[in-house]
């Protein structure tokens, strides 16, 4: 910084150069960590919930649903299952964000000299970090329900990178979410009568062939369905066949998936970073 | 110098800034159709301390969070240790301190962990971030809790805390509001002592407050705003001088003698007396101080009153604003409907 001071206070003393935006960036990332760590019952969205789902599909509602193309029911669902908790990453970047503004910690990082975006680009990388936590545990309760990865390594590596990413486009749509609602309770609305229903019309659990017509639409163009889709092809296991009339994104899930990556974050990261700044100059 | 009274918020005049730690000009700030801020001006000379007194919703935190940078006035212009708070908001932001009104310490973690993070966010080096939060935990008589999450300290202890972490960038110039609300009176004494320490080691300071008796204690000068404007600014001396000084409080044992009472007060202090029968008290205003207070102690005595208390006292935040404005402190409390609601 050029700056020069208008008037030089006596007090002008040790003032350190700035350290960036990454070591600003990891600073706030660590202090959501501990959090994470400090507050175990908030991960429960994170670590039980996505449990509980694999084992009351596999056993409650698993033998009623039957995989078109044959196949076990549990290989099948791990893809569903993972794509809905990726989603939902999005429901705790969000109420973070809000929280943080409820109890005006906020100001006090405003009025530091952190580099710019730092606060939010700690938010995001606590939140990817988080997002791994349940990625690895379903990985492991999927293996001890029977679900395994038939495909070869790169394939399956490719499949968790899928993962990952549609992870961090949801972690911009979990900024956006959070910037424009004002509260956490809204976040916490928001979340269940819209994300909710999202990963429900979709692949996730049955096959979208069973679904009435204009749903069936909505879901083969859903990206939950797309996603869950590309990890079961990545992972090798069984998915619905592609037909002759499926739409290109059932016929392209990869592809389609990571267009709608890219889309998310070209639209939500900017527009995103614009209301969090604009929810905070108040 | 005597305080200036209503209407003397802007001044088209435009000093030398050189010299002030605070110095703003002209802030107006809007939300919506309420006025927070209509035209106010400050100035906090470097190494000394100015309250900013006013009841809730007068536009106290609105100043604060402008010259911190949190906000942006609509008008007018500030200058912060030396730099335009609009156009250098990084290079204020790493030579101030700040306080908020609620205490902002994070309470998930540890007294320790609060300071480290603070001051590498001050991007100091790690190892003296360490070495400034130890001395500071020490400072403030913290060091047994620091390894103790913040969420399980008293009120006092956060409060403290809270200022720990905002001295952790060696701030020049500190920002406090609302230092000592809600807290007890043990607590609120500590902080004071914390407080003198910190101005005797020249740091400039703008605090807000609604208690005259804090502004008086802590303060050179005293900037008394009310629905956004300064309706009255001066030195604490000269200020309280305009405001009729201390009291004389006399409470009697017996109420007949209330008016052999209250012609030895009038006598002493000069100034009309104001009797409260159901309390048995007389009540006077006085510049004289305990020299006035003596000689009623002298005057009941001699004729002959029973007194069940005796003393001296600062009239309160809303006798000051009856004092200044003719009318008692509205607890109007738009701006901070403002605040919840933006």
């Keep these: 910084m050029t700056a020069t001071p208008i008037a030089p206070t006596s007090a002008d003393h040790e003032l350190y150069p700035s350290r960036g935006f990454l070591h600003d960036t990891w600073v706030i990332a660590r202090r959501g960590l501990l959090h994470m760590r400090r507050q175990p019952e908030q991960l429960s969205d994170a670590t039980i919930q996505p449990v509980m789902f694999v084992l009351l599909f596999a056993y409650v509602f698993g033998g009623a649903i039957d995989v078109p193309g044959g196949g076990e029911y549990r290989q099948f669902l791990m893809g569903g299952i993972f794509a809905q908790t990726v989603v939902f990453t999005a429901f705790g970047v969000a109420l973070s964000l809000a929280s943080d503004r409820k109890n005006r910690a906020i100001d006090r990082f405003r009025s530091l000299p952190i580099a710019r975006g730092a606060l939010l680009g700690g938010h995001a990388l606590t939140s990817l970090l988080k997002a791994l936590l349940p990625i690895t545990l379903m990985s492991l309760c999927g293996l001890l329900i029977g679900w395994r990865i038939e495909s070869s390594l790169p394939e399956a590596i490719a499949g968790y990178v899928l993962l990952t990413s549609f992870a961090f486009a949801m972690i911009w749509v979990g900024i956006l979410l959070g910037s424009v609602i004002a509260t956490p309770e809204g976040v916490t609305g928001i979340a269940f009568s819209l994300l909710f229903p999202i990963t429900f019309m979709a692949s996730t659990f049955v096959p979208t062939s069973t679904m009435p017509g204009p749903l069936r639409v909505a879901a083969e163009w859903n990206p939950v369905t797309t996603l869950a889709d590309a990890l079961r092809i990545l992972f090798g296991n069984p998915n619905t066949p592609i037909a002759v009339g499926d739409p290109w994104s059932i016929a392209h899930p990869i592809l389609y998936t990571a267009l709608w990556i890219v889309a998310i974050v070209g639209i939500c990261a900017p527009v995103g970073v614009r209301a969090y700044e604009k929810s905070l100059a108040k | ?342």
């Design chain 2, 1 to 342: 110098m005597l305080p200036s009274t209503h209407g003397a918020a802007t001044s088209p005049t435009t000093p030398s800034e050189a010299g002030f730690g605070v110095f703003a000009r002209g802030l107006v700030k809007r939300f919506g159709a309420m006025t927070a801020l209509a035209g106010v001006d400050l100035e906090v000379p470097t190494g000394t301390v100015t309250a900013i007194l006013g009841p809730n919703g007068a536009g106290k935190t609105t100043a604060v969070r402008i010259l911190t940078t949190l906000s942006e006035a609509d008008e007018g212009r500030a200058v912060v240790a030396g730099f335009d708070v609009r156009s250098h908001a990084r290079e204020v932001r790493r030579r101030i301190g700040f306080t908020a009104q609620d205490a902002t310490v994070d309470p998930l973690l540890t007294g320790r962990e609060n300071l480290v993070m603070l001051g590498e966010l001050h991007q100091l080096p790690r190892a003296e971030a360490r070495a400034r939060a130890d001395a500071l935990l020490a400072d403030f008589s913290l060091d047994d809790a620091a390894d103790r999450l913040a969420s399980t300290y008293s009120g006092g202890m956060r409060r403290r805390l809270d200022l720990a972490a905002t001295l952790v960038g060696q701030p020049a110039v500190l920002f406090l509001d609302e230092p000592t609300t809600g807290l007890d009176p043990r607590a609120r004494s500590e902080l004071w002592a914390v407080l003198d320490t910190l101005v005797t080691r020249g740091t400039t300071v703008l605090l807000t407050t609604q208690y005259l008796d804090e502004a008086e204690r802590l303060a050179n000068d005293i900037v008394v705003i009310d629905h956004g404007r300064v309706i009255a600014r001066g030195d604490t001396r000269g200020l309280k001088r305009a405001l009729g000084g201390d009291q004389v409080h006399v409470a009697l044992v017996d109420g007949a003698d209330l008016e052999v009472a209250a012609r030895v007060v009038r006598g002493v202090t000069g100034r009309d007396v104001s009797i409260d029968a159901g309390a048995r008290t007389v009540v006077a205003p006085t510049l004289d101080g305990l020299p006035a207070l003596l000689r009623v102690a002298a005057g009941l005595s001699e004729a002959g009153v029973a007194v069940e208390d005796l003393g001296l006292r600062q009239p309160s935040l809303d006798e000051v604003f009856l004092t200044l404005t003719g009318k008692p402190a509205d607890g109007d409390s738009a701006e901070a409907q403002a605040q919840e609601a933006s």
